[in-house]
């Protein structure tokens, strides 16, 4: 059996992360999901001013309050999510308040259903499991795509 310390996993991490990026330059992932309703956590989070201001820095594009949530349902689309994990993709840091920590952000520049600009967003500190990716867009999307729970879209994602 073999031990890693927490420096040793640091490293086999960074470098895993560097062989996904040298092997998925200008690659584009496909995950194929379906909407569902949240909790309404990513309205909250997202309307709080050090992470309005941090998405329109890092990503280009005020969002919309909130998150549109959709579950993956077939094993390629779980591979590519996970995939995610292993890549670098945009680092929103955590923000230090008096009183609480906020959370660092990964972000991919992405589109749904040829709509952009979108980004999925993996926070560190969720309720979600993997299989539930997280969507955000200037746009409120259920609109602008007309989408109900149920509905199949497919994100392409931008690493």
Do not use: W
């Not at 998150?67 to 689309?77: F, G, H």
């Not at 589109?111 to 560190?124: C, L, Q």
């Not at 993997?130 to 994100?155: A, M, N, Y």
Request: hydrophobic share 40%.
């Amino acid at each position: 059996m073999i031990k890693l310390t927490d420096e040793g996993e640091k490293m086999l991490r960074e470098c895993a992360e560097s062989l996904v990026d040298l092997f998925a330059k200008n690659r584009i992932v496909k995950i194929k999901a379906k909407v569902t309703s949240g909790l309404g956590e990513g309205r909250i989070f997202v309307s709080l001013p050090y992470y309005m201001e941090a998405f329109n820095k890092f990503l280009g594009f005020q969002p919309y309050p909130g998150t549109l949530n959709a579950v993956i349902y077939d094993r390629i689309s779980m591979e590519n999510r996970l995939l995610l994990d292993l890549s670098r993709g945009i680092l929103i840091p955590e923000h230090k308040e008096p009183n609480r920590v906020l959370g660092s952000v990964k972000a991919f520049p992405a589109s749904i259903n040829s709509v952009s600009p979108v980004a999925v967003v993996i926070p560190t500190r969720t309720t979600h499991p993997k299989s539930v990716v997280e969507l955000l867009s200037p746009h409120k999307l259920r609109e602008k795509l007309e989408l109900e729970d149920g509905d199949e879209i497919e994100i392409e994602v931008y690493l």
